[in-house]
C-alpha cells in the first residue's frame, strides 16, 4: 500500500462514531524514512482543527524535549493510534483502536524506523504490552518483532506534572543515543 491510498482510506474511514464528529482526520506527519516514529493515542483539540498531531500544547512541549536532544522534528515521523479525536480529550475506547490500529500498523510498515516511541501509557499498553506501566517502564527498550520500541511520558502528562520533566529529558537522550548507534 502507498501512503497515497492509506491516507484516503483514513480519510474516508467512518467505522465510528468520532469518524463523524471530526474537523479532520489527523494520519500522521513527519519524514516518511525516519529513523523515530513518535506514536500517542489520539488527537486532541488543536490536532484536530489543523489535521496535524502535537501541534497544540503538548506537541509544542515535544518539540522542546526534541530540541533539547538535538533531534529535529523534520527527521521524525509522528502518528497516533486514532486518527480522530474522542469525545472531550477522553480516552480512546478499546473498539476505536482496534478500528484504526491497522491503518497504524501500515504506517510503521511504510516508515520502518529503527525505534518506535510511545507518547504515554495509553500508546505503551496498546503497542508494548497491556499491562505496560508508564511510571515504571518509562525508557526502557523492548524488542518486538523486527522493532525496538520504548515508551516516554506523554508530553500533555508533563504540563499537568512538571516533576517528570528531568525523566523525560534523561528518556529523550537514551532515545537520541540509540539513534547514533
Known sequence: MYWEELEQQCINCRKCAIGNKRTNCVFGCGNKNADIMFIGEAPGQSEDA???????????????????????????????ILKCRPDNNRDPLPEEQEN????LREQVKLV?????????????????????????????????GAFTITAVYHPAALLRDPSKNQDMYTDMKKIAEFIKA
Open 100 to 103: 484504526c490500529i491497522n491503518y
Open 50 to 80: 489543523e489535521g496535524i498531531p502535537f501541534v497544540g500544547l503538548a506537541g509544542k512541549h515535544l518539540d522542546k524535549f526534541l530540541c533539547a536532544v538535538g533531534i529535529n522534528r523534520e527527521d521524525v515521523y509522528i502518528a497516533n
Open 112 to 144: 520502518r524506523p529503527k525505534l518506535i516511541v510511545c507518547l504515554g501509557r495509553i500508546s505503551a499498553m496498546k503497542l508494548i504490552k497491556p499491562d505496560f506501566k508508564i511510571t515504571k517502564e518509562h525508557g526502557i527498550f523492548f524488542k518486538k
